[in-house]
């Protein structure tokens, strides 16, 4: 199958929930969904056995944007189809993915600390990376933490 | 004042970590034994977490370079081959073909300094030491190799944005196949002792078995996942650099346990050294580099390559300034971990050090950070030859 | 006087400790060699033992201190006390009486016995551990080691190690009649030394030193002069019983070191089993295997 063939087959799975796609690269495929609708997505793409979840990203869009983007990488071969949900920076909370995905649960963890974003019925909140002595309340990814302060 | 180990719920839980023989970096499990056998694991990393992501916030593109190869001592190469080829999508250039190539080489030989320093760490582990010193010293052959191309026996910094900064000639090619046809003949022998030494194999036959499924649910990548069956190498699948050119064979295994991660990280080995002979065979002509401007334009990208543990992963954002705006760097060993923590259970402790190295963790790969060496400490700079005489004469 | 001057200068005591640490980094430098390491120098063990004896000894929490002093002292004084009744370096026995082998034999298990009652008297984790999985392997390879020695004795009909080496002296090399006698003795010596491959134990990729991890001073350098005593120990029983009895001490010497090199080829060789499956090694083939020889050779004295 090739790559585009792969992207369509992703695309159709989540197009009910797909507010809007976009072909930034030939080999990619990226989807802008609402929080609510990450689950559903989610489990679409891991009931069709679509590939595997590569990573989350985490991007801090600045205090003036006043939001965060999570980017799910899923990665089939050489196709990547990443779903992009935008949360508000003053209230960051989304739901967890662990239900239907396990191994989410590092990346999961990682979103918490570095960004302090809450994730909803994730088991697992404790540190990963940070040490056990980082003050509370402090997210290093952030884009208005500056490591010169710390 | 030590807790009795009874006291808490009657649980027993060994520590591993975050100093212990069997890690050679710093991590921290929690094994809850009972008798010999691990019911329970649990992990903490981040000992040695840097803070590089943020760190290229804060630096030119060019800077964040040296930084990123620093994420990893053995697969460092890697980690800027992946942001070299991102960074030059963002910015609309390609590399020349013959500096592909000699990426393509640099990547190969620091595959097979992974796995074989690997062999002989696994084979430490398992208690087995005779194919540890052996291993370790054969992979001296492909670091001087390395140092005799790059300069550096790790963190080669072989790349630079838009190309590579090392050349090979003549003589360096001679070398590499006197020293590969050196290697191709020791990795016969420990593909041998590897997959019939009884002895060896009463500690890696059916221990730490994962299954297609499992590793396909748990997203394992790499010679790992490759050992249970699963057909993912992005050499093959997703080709980059002079990957076109030069294709790969796949090579896996169906057992999924750990004769088969044995037997499928030796096995690429052979590849890789095909791989090498054939682009030094076939080495184009043609500049090592092109330019990159300075600010990159605004934009957003994922580069993927197959480091020696797996899928590395880059996210590198642009908002059109010499920084960049978000860099995320999800290095294969993460994803396999977990599998640790799962298949640990059920196994004897004895197999934990085993199942661990198994995947091939990377602890820094994974904690992804900066050393800032401090100046003010003033410590003494030696130069090559005090520190090789200072060794001749402490062993005299 | 004499005996005096027997247990504390020759052949036992001083002589014996640096015969055992001579034995000891023969031992070391054979496996590095192997290996392709350049391995310890001449004086490294000496230079250990003076180290560790200099040492602060770090009393952790929680333990028993008089225990954690006096089970060196023990273990050491166990196999040095097993030395007075072996012809050491093919001198002489400085003492000797009629069942005095299941004496010397009880008398090395002392050492190991020490070692687990040093790890279980400790809090620490990988200590506990190792105190299990060193009594468990004690277990293991005990009964096979006492049958293999046994052998001999059935033959020469006493329970004497004295009239059991001359016996041997007089005899054909009872390694060609009681082949398999020899090879579980060999072994279940590497077993009592937990040399690789029975160093689950110590295992430091899994339990960092066993049951000694809390020993540091002078009671982990009595446990390792102890150590060093039971192979030269071991190596003389094995050597005089299977090897011709006792001979001219130099051509006993190099008797001991030609089976030394042989456990040294075999630990460089071999992968560490773990704890069960050491455990099943020797109950399934080198226990069986013994007690076959065993039966055969009361079977055929009782015939002739």
Redesign the interface.
């Known amino acids: 199958m090739t790559t585009e063939a792969i992207l369509q087959t992703g695309s159709a799975l989540i197009a009910v929930w797909a507010k809007e796609t976009l072909t930034?690269?030939p080999?990619?495929l990226d989807a802008i969904i609402e929080p609510d609708d990450l689950l559903a997505a989610v489990t679409a793409l891991r009931d069709a056995?679509w590939g595997?979840?590569?990573?989350i990203?985490?991007?801090?869009l600045g205090v003036e944007a006043g939001e965060f983007e999570l980017?799910y990488?899923f990665?089939a071969?050489?196709a990547?189809l990443?779903l992009r949900v935008r949360i508000p920076r003053d209230q960051p909370v989304v739901t967890s993915i662990y239900s239907v995905?396990?191994?989410v649960?590092?990346?999961e963890r990682e979103l918490i600390e570095m960004f302090g974003i809450t994730i909803e019925g994730t088991p697992n909140t404790?540190?990963?990376?940070?040490?056990d002595d980082w003050p509370q309340g402090v997210y290093?990814?952030r884009?208005d933490?500056n490591?010169a302060d710390a | 004042m030590p807790t009795t180990p009874t006291q808490e719920n009657d649980v027993f839980r060994i520590p591993i970590g975050p100093q212990h023989p069997a890690l050679k970096e710093p991590g921290h499990f929690e094994f809850t034994v009972d008798g010999e056998v691990v019911t329970a694991a649990t992990l903490r990393l981040g000992y040695v977490h840097r803070g590089i992501e943020k760190g290229t916030e804060g630096r030119n593109w060019i800077q964040s370079l040296y930084l990123l190869e620093r994420v990893c001592g053995i697969c460092s190469h890697v980690h800027a081959t992946a942001y070299c080829l991102g960074v030059e999508k963002l910015a609309g250039v390609e590399a020349p073909p013959r500096a592909q190539a000699i990426r393509v080489l640099v990547a190969e030989l620091e595959r097979i300094h992974s796995h074989m320093l690997w062999l002989g760490v696994a084979a430490h582990e398992a208690g087995f030491d005779m194919l540890f010193m052996y291993s370790w010293r054969d992979r001296e052959t492909v670091m001087n190799l390395l140092e005799g191309i790059t300069g550096n026996r790790v963190n080669y910094s072989a790349n630079q944005l838009g190309g590579v900064k090392c050349d090979i000639d003549g003589e360096q090619a001679d070398d590499i196949r006197v020293g590969l046809d050196f290697l191709e003949g020791r990795i016969k022998h420990y593909l041998d002792v590897v997959s019939q030494d009884t002895m060896f194999l009463r500690r890696t036959r059916g221990i730490g078995v994962m299954t297609r499924e499992d590793c396909e649910r748990m997203g394992i990548v790499g010679p790992t996942a490759r050992a249970s069956g699963v057909e993912l190498d992005l050499r093959v699948h997703a080709p980059y650099a002079a990957y076109p050119e030069h294709p790969v064979n796949l090579v896996t295994a169906t057992a999924g346990d750990l004769e088969a991660r044995f037997i499928v990280r030796v096995n690429e080995l052979f590849e890789s050294i095909r791989l090498i002979r054939e682009i030094l065979d076939d080495l184009p002509e043609g500049d090592l580099s092109v330019r990159v401007p300075r600010r990159i334009p605004a934009g957003e990208t994922i580069s993927r390559v197959e480091a020696p543990r797996g899928e590395l992963f880059y996210y590198i954002k642009s908002n059109r300034s010499d920084m960049a705006d978000r860099v995320k760097v999800r290095t294969p060993t993460l994803p396999n971990m977990a599998s640790v923590l799962e298949i640990a259970v059920g196994h004897q402790l004895a197999d934990i050090p085993m199942i661990l190295t198994g995947i091939d963790p990377c602890f820094s790969c994974n904690d992804r950070m900066v050393a800032i060496n401090d100046p003010s400490r003033g410590e003494q700079a030696w130069t090559w030859e005090q520190l090789r005489q200072y060794g001749i004469e402490y062993y005299r | 006087m004499s005996a005096i001057a027997a247990l504390l200068i020759f052949p036992g005591g001083v002589f014996l400790l640096l015969v055992g640490m001579i034995y000891e980094w023969i031992d070391r430098k054979l496996v590095a060699r192997f290996q392709n390491r350049m391995g310890p120098r001449w004086f490294q063990p000496l230079a250990d033992t003076i180290k560790l004896l200099a040492k602060e000894e770090v009393v952790p929490d929680g333990v028993d201190a008089r225990l954690f002093f006096t089970l060196p002292v023990i273990a050491l004084a166990g196999a040095m006390t097993a030395a007075l009744y072996v012809p050491l370096v093919g001198f002489e026995a400085s003492y000797s009486f009629s069942g005095d082998l299941i004496v010397t034999v009880y008398m090395l298990s002392l050492l190991t016995l020490g070692t687990g009652l040093a790890g279980a008297n400790t809090l620490n984790r990988f200590s506990l551990i190792g105190a299990t999985r060193t009594l468990t392997q004690l277990f293991s390879y005990e009964a096979p080691f006492l049958l293999a020695l046994l052998g001999p004795a059935i033959v020469a009909d006493s329970w004497q190690i004295g009239e059991i080496t001359d016996y041997a002296g007089d005899h054909v090399w009872l390694l060609v009649t009681q082949p398999i006698g020899f090879l579980v003795a060999l072994i279940g010596l590497m077993g009592k030394l937990e040399l690789p491959p029975f160093d689950a134990p110590e295992a430091e990729t899994e339990i960092v030193a066993g049951a000694l991890t809390e020993y540091s001073g002078r009671g982990l350098a009595l446990f390792h002069l102890g150590k060093g005593v039971e192979l030269v120990i071991g190596l003389t029983l094995v050597a005089a019983f299977y090897l011709g009895g006792v001979t001219h001490p130099l051509i006993f010497v190099a008797k001991t070191l030609a089976l030394l090199s042989i456990l040294a080829g075999l630990q460089a060789l071999m992968t560490r089993l773990r704890i069960d499956q050491t455990v099943g090694l020797w109950w399934r083939y080198g226990a069986l295997l013994v007690l076959a020889q065993f039966l055969a050779l009361i079977v055929w004295e009782g015939v002739m």
């Open positions: 930034p690269e080999n990619r056995h595997y979840l590569s990573t990203t985490g991007v801090d980017l990488h990665c071969g050489a990547i990443t995905i396990p191994s649960s590092f990346y404790d540190r990963l990376f940070l040490p290093p990814m884009k933490f490591p």
